[in-house]
């Protein structure tokens, strides 16, 4: 996916845009759209838009000036989404319309976008926070674009800057075979040193046995 891609396919999936003629571009079960009226969560949105959202956040997290209509887009998915769906005076929970596992389920994804999207406008590259897209994958599953969420996992574990991969590391060993190409990367960061708590030799011994785990998980899906 490239950005204007994603910019597109955000934009479609929240308040929608028009093409050089003047139609409006929206998709009809998209993330907004698919909420009213009401015809259930349809998950591979949440997928899509989360990598929609850190493909354009590549470029986004460095730039000084933002683009207003993305960053209108992004907003609208996030608030409208609440106010339909999650207040108690929304349209969905007044009338009845969505249930609990459904509520909490709509909840998750507002969340994860939200935050990746707050940080990313506060100047952190993606996969600063992809360890809330991490926990769904281990809460809830994944997509067909699990592959691109793989690479930008990696990312993160391979961070100096970032301490705590323990998330990140179980979301792959969570995936199995799907991740087998993550391997290098795992093995690599099974010689770093991890100092998030004290002391830090058990700190560190603690986050090598998550990375084992995770890389004796995808070793035998493999085969």
Known sequence: ???DEARLLLLMHGPGTEDADGEPLLVEDGFLCSLRPYSGLVERNFHLVMEALLTVGERLYREPLVDRELVK???SICSTASGWGLHPDGMLQRNK????ADTK???VWVDIIECNALNILG???PHYRVYRYS???IDFGWWDNIDFFITIIERAILDPALSEPCTDVAALGKLGGR?????PALYQALDREYTFYTPNDRCTEEVRGSIRQAIQSIE???G
């Open 1 to 3: 996916m490239t950005y």
């Open 73 to 75: 887009a992004l907003w």
């Open 97 to 100: 319309l969505i249930t609990p």
């Open 105 to 107: 389920r709509l909840q």
């Open 123 to 125: 100047g952190l590259p």
């Open 135 to 137: 926990q769904y994958i």
């Open 179 to 183: 991740a087998r190409d993550a391997l």
């Open 220 to 222: 035998a899906d493999v």
